[in-house]
């Protein structure tokens, strides 16, 4: 069975289901090439909320996953040190590796 891997989204009012749909097909490619399940999306839509990611996080923990892949690390947060500090707490809390479809 191949290991599992969540996708994590950040989205803004601007953005059509087009595109939400493309940027999803992206973490799910990413995944597939890389040997991975790719489980399901998280989708935070709200502005400094936080609660899909701390969704994300309980997941991990459940399902024993460790891979998450985001199209790039901004979808954390465009704000370099929340940034480090989200992907620290998803390294640390669930032992999980961060992958990102756009270095």
């Not at 939400?20 to 909320?49: D, K, N, V, W």
């Not at 947060?77 to 590796?97: G, K, T, Y």
Request: proline residues 4%; charged residues 25%.
């Amino acid at each position: 069975m191949k290991p599992l891997m969540y996708g994590y989204l950040r989205i803004t009012d601007d953005l059509a289901d087009h595109d939400i749909g493309q940027m999803e097909r992206r973490l799910r490619e990413l995944a597939e090439a890389e040997g991975f399940c790719f489980a399901t999306t998280f989708y935070e839509s709200q502005p400094g909320h936080q609660g899909a990611f701390a969704e994300l996080t309980d997941e991990l923990k459940r399902a024993q996953a460790h891979h998450v892949v985001v199209l790039s690390l901004d979808h954390f947060s465009p704000h370099p040190i929340l940034r480090d500090q989200l992907r620290a707490h998803l390294e640390f809390e669930a032992n999980a590796q961060v992958w990102a479809v756009e270095q």
